[in-house]
């Protein structure tokens, strides 16, 4: 009885792990088919893309395109930029229970006050 017990935690423990291994996607999936927009105080936009993978592609307000990776860490997103310069960090951000159209304030990783919404849509970006 005591093996199986064993067995049947260690298939458990297995599942996490593997499960722990794919991002959390449940708070981030209306931003698949749609596009995140942050709006900085002198007016620009950049643009962010997520795909359910766990890879982003970007394109920042001075229009440089970047892409990377994402994942979700309790209530927040992290990106880590893979181009075009690899960097040691990520950068996390609250995630609210924001939808399609829906805005909320967030700093920028230069710790500039900005806005957000995820609007409708996608466009293509290269980098």
Do not use: N
């Not at 981030?28 to 002198?42: L, M, N």
């Not at 309790?74 to 159209?101: E, H, N, V, W």
């Amino acid at each position: 009885m005591s093996r199986i017990l064993l067995i049947a935690t260690a298939l458990a423990c297995m599942a996490c792990a593997a499960a722990a291994a794919i991002p959390d996607s449940t708070r981030v999936r209306q931003a698949f088919s749609g596009t995140i927009v942050s709006t900085y105080p002198d007016g620009r936009t950049g643009e962010l893309w997520l795909t359910p993978g766990g890879t982003y592609t970007a394109r920042g307000r001075r229009g440089d395109p970047s892409r990377g990776h994402w994942t979700v860490k309790g209530d927040a997103l992290c990106l880590k930029q893979a181009r075009p310069i690899p960097m040691l960090f990520s950068f996390c951000t609250p995630i609210p229970g924001a939808g399609l159209g829906d805005s909320w304030p967030a700093k920028a990783a230069t710790g500039e006050a900005i806005t957000v919404r995820l609007v409708k849509g996608r466009r293509t970006v290269t980098g």
